[in-house]
């Protein structure tokens, strides 16, 4: 800020008071001249803060996104690139591949009540299996988004045709009807969905968080499968936040990943 006082202002009122007062003035004089100086820099400071703030307040906000959300982000669009470069009949082969492994598993075989997804776009499908595990007996559990507290509910199905509709997302989901609070304490397998899994266990998710949320409860109560194909599993370690949940077994084509 321009004080409106230069060098050659401040010399011509030294000159006069050297004249007018004598030499014993001149350190009184700067002195006074500097704490002029000092308080006028403070307002001057204080005002361009009071401008900066203002001007913050219009800009608009860019969310903060760490190095892990990054990473993820980069990941989800590598992964999903994947496995669109599949063929139509590639995915058919695959999913088969993968439900045959899952049926072979003792936690499949005994699971009375199942959790599992209805599949939409590259994910391993799922909706030929959920009308036959309703056909072997099974209890067909899907999961639904509930708006209000932006979170996963679910809900028993009896017939595929009937008791789904599209729901939040494009993602079919039990009719309102049956949203009854099913507990999820009577969840005995859980089947998941995700862009990507690594070897040890982990998921990346769509990057919603509504699985996580759920499986963070039930975790080591449940058995909690995880859907992939080959080409969706990252063979290093997958970024990690506090909130996920690792998978007991990951299931693609090739079979059984996780080693027990």
């Not at 007018?20 to 001057?44: Q, T, V």
Request: aromatic residues 10%.
């Amino acid at each position: 800020m321009n004080m409106g006082i230069g060098i050659t202002e401040i010399m011509v009122i030294a000159g006069l008071v050297l004249v007018l007062f004598g030499p014993k003035e001149l350190p009184h004089m700067f002195r006074d001249i500097a704490r002029i100086f000092a308080k006028l820099k403070l307002y001057s400071d204080k005002i361009k803060r009071e401008l900066d703030e203002a001007i913050k307040l219009e800009e608009p906000s860019v969310p903060y996104e760490n190095e892990t959300e990054k990473k993820k982000k980069n990941l989800r669009a590598q992964y999903r690139s994947n496995t669109e470069k599949l063929t139509a009949q590639e995915k058919i082969e695959k999913s088969d591949a993968i439900w045959k492994h899952c049926i072979t598993t003792p936690e499949y075989q005994n699971a009375k009540t199942v959790m599992i997804y209805v599949s939409i776009g590259d994910e391993v499908a799922t909706r030929t299996r959920i009308v036959e595990m309703l056909y072997e007996g099974k209890r067909v559990i899907i999961p639904f988004y509930k708006a209000l507290t932006n979170e996963l509910g679910i809900a028993e199905i009896k017939d595929f045709e009937k008791d789904l509709a599209d729901g939040a997302f494009g993602i079919p989901e039990p009719v309102e009807i049956l949203r009854n609070n099913f507990f999820k304490s009577d969840l005995q397998l859980i089947l998941c969905p995700a862009v990507a899994f690594d070897i040890y266990g982990s998921r990346l998710g769509r990057g919603k968080g509504f699985y996580d949320m759920f499986l963070k409860e039930i975790k080591g109560r449940v058995s909690i499968f995880g859907f992939g194909y080959d080409c969706q599993i990252y063979q290093q370690n997958l970024p990690f936040d506090y909130h996920d949940v690792t998978m007991d077994q990951i299931i693609t084509e090739s079979g059984l990943i996780l080693k027990k």
